[in-house]
Structure formats: structure tokens, C-alpha cells
């Protein structure tokens, strides 16, 4: 075997080790997070484009801005390859990060005494973090069939007319009901993700912890807000018709 292939697989033995480890689990689980949160957060504003409504000539600000997403990088790159390299980095931090929680959720119960005592102080968000988690999971799915590959077409959709399709499908009650709900569920999620990965990556201290809950909580409801608003807006009026 070359130094080369040695080295390789020295390495592909290191990541195994790290990954079998409970604390490399861990730390696995608060990187692909944080990978989730920052997209979270550029894709909130991202959608804050619609806000600009249906614009004039020049088309919406919203389909202005997809348009540039998928022409990121031309003409270097061929169309579409941020958005695909993207997709593929987020769909990796996903199936890291809910495979490791789900696989550190089984230890833990395999390791947990049959009669525990019920812990006592828990948070909401903290409480309701794999309920919060699994509604995430299916909405992501969802949403990526309505929006991204167009199969739930209940409402006209159109590849690149990203502002009509958001307007036809949020007026629609049960649409603005779901995606509402879901960012509800965002927030709870995040809240206790963000300190959880403050204290896997070691970031908490006594002298500090306040300050991390609050920017927390402050972040949970910032993202919350800024995806509510979009079909809230549509659905009342406050954005016009394409």
C-alpha cells in the first residue's frame, strides 16, 4: 500500500472513531447545526425580498433574486451550480445531523436507569425538542415538494416566478396556517439548539450563559417573525397580485 493510500485510510479510521464516539456525535450534530441555522438566517432574508411586492417592469425583487442565485457564479460556473452545491451541503448537515441525534437519543435511552427521576427546570423548547424536530423534518419535505420541485400543485405554480407562486399559495388558509405553524415550531427548535451547541462546542460559562439565552431566545423570535411575515402578508392583502 502507497504512503497516499495509508494516509487515506488513517483517516477515514480517524472520522470513524470520532463518529462512533458519543462526543464526537456531539460535536457532529452542533457543527451540522450550526451549518442549518446560518442558511436559516440567509434564507430569511432571502425570502424578505417579497416584501418589495410585485415591482414594475423590471419584474419582482423576489424573482430577481432567485434569478441571481441560479446565475451565481457564471459564467465560470455552468447555471445553477451554487444552488446545487449548496443543496448538497445542506442535505449532508441534515442527514449528520439527524442521524446523530437520532443515534445519541438511543444511547442515552440504553443507558438511562428503567426508573429515573423526572427532571425538573426543563424548558418548553428544551422538553419538545424531538417533536419540534420531527415536524421540521416532514415540513422540510414538504416544502421542498411545493416550492423547490413543484410536484404539490395545488396552486399554480411556475418555474422562476417565484413571487406568484408564493402569492397563489398563500392565499391559501391552510398553506399560511401550515408554514406558520412550522416556523412556530423553528423557534422552539432553535432556541434550545443554539444553547445546546454552545455547550457541545464549549462555549457556555457562568459569566456568559445569560447572554447566550438571550441571544438565543432573540434569534428564535427574529427568524420566527421574518418567515411568518411573508404569507401573513399575502394572505391579508398587504402584497399584490404578480
Known amino acids: 500500500m502507497t504512503t497516499t493510500g495509508q494516509g487515506l485510510r488513517r483517516t477515514r479510521l480517524s472520522l470513524r472513531e470520532i463518529w462512533d464516539s458519543s462526543i464526537g456525535k456531539k460535536v457532529a450534530v452542533a457543527i451540522s447545526g450550526a451549518i442549518l441555522i446560518v442558511y436559516l438566517i440567509l434564507h430569511m432574508v432571502g425570502n424578505l425580498n417579497a416584501l418589495y411586492g410585485a415591482g414594475g417592469s423590471g419584474g419582482a425583487r423576489e424573482d430577481n433574486y432567485a434569478e441571481w ?11 445553477a451550480t451554487f ?17 446523530g441525534v437520532v443515534q445519541l437519543r438511543r444511547r442515552a435511552a440504553k443507558a438511562r436507569p428503567e426508573h429515573r427521576a423526572k427532571r425538573i427546570g426543563r424548558s418548553v423548547s428544551s422538553r419538545t425538542m424531538m417533536l419540534t424536530g420531527t415536524l421540521l423534518l416532514a415540513f422540510i419535505i414538504f416544502h421542498i415538494l411545493q416550492f423547490t420541485t413543484l410536484t404539490i400543485d395545488v396552486t399554480p405554480l411556475h418555474s ?17 396556517v401550515i408554514y406558520v405553524a412550522a416556523v412556530i415550531a423553528v423557534g422552539y427548535h432553535l432556541r ?3 444553547w445546546s451547541l454552545m455547550q457541545t462546542l464549549g462555549y457556555d460559562r457562568p459569566s456568559r450563559n445569560q ?14 417573525v421574518g418567515f411568518a411575515v411573508i404569507p401573513l402578508a399575502f394572505i391579508t392583502g398587504v402584497l399584490g397580485h404578480p
Open 160 to 176: 422562476g416566478e417565484v413571487y406568484a407562486n408564493l402569492y397563489y399559495a398563500f392565499h391559501k388558509w391552510y398553506f399560511v
Open 211 to 224: 447572554t447566550i439565552r438571550t441571544a438565543a431566545t432573540g434569534l428564535s423570535v427574529l427568524l420566527t
Open 192 to 194: 434550545h439548539a443554539v
Open 83 to 99: 444552488l446545487w452545491v449548496v443543496r448538497a451541503i445542506l442535505l449532508t448537515a441534515l442527514i449528520v445531523h439527524v442521524t
Open 69 to 79: 442565485l441560479r446565475t451565481f457564479g457564471q459564467p465560470l460556473l455552468p447555471r
